[in-house]
């Protein structure tokens, strides 16, 4: 696409990514409620799980928070028994967080309870649909990190 005056279908795709994306991070708030964890310490444990141990200074360029914020999260998950520091047994100058049980256990629940969410809302969609949409969401993702990287 050119980059002149957005078209009509671009302005209505940010629209409803918008209504989408706040639809979504309300839901994932309500069902955060029933459980001891923040939206900010959630994202932390779910970066740590999916890319392993991690430094304070790489988790907090992951989840894009200054290096003293994400410092005190990492305190108050760990009084919260969620995550655990870890000296480096490569570099013992090294301290990595660690995901303990009970947070690796509520990440999936609140994982499997977003899931069921979209499950419902996807109830009246095809299978062709539901495959098309993650087909179109995989692109569009693609598309966001390659224009991002440049």
Known sequence: MNNDAPTEAIIDVEKRLRYIAGIVKQNGRKILNNYPITSP???AVQFLLEEGDLTIGELSNRISLAFSTTTDLVDRMERNELVERVR???????VRIHVLDKGKRIVHE????RQEYLGEVLENFSADQTE??????DFLHEQMKMVNEK
Do not use: G
Request: charged share 40%; hydrophobic share 40%.
């Open 41 to 43: 310490q959630f994202v």
């Open 88 to 94: 480096d047994s490569k570099d013992r100058r090294v």
């Open 110 to 113: 609140v994982i499997d309870k």
């Open 132 to 137: 098309t949409l993650s087909e179109l969401l």
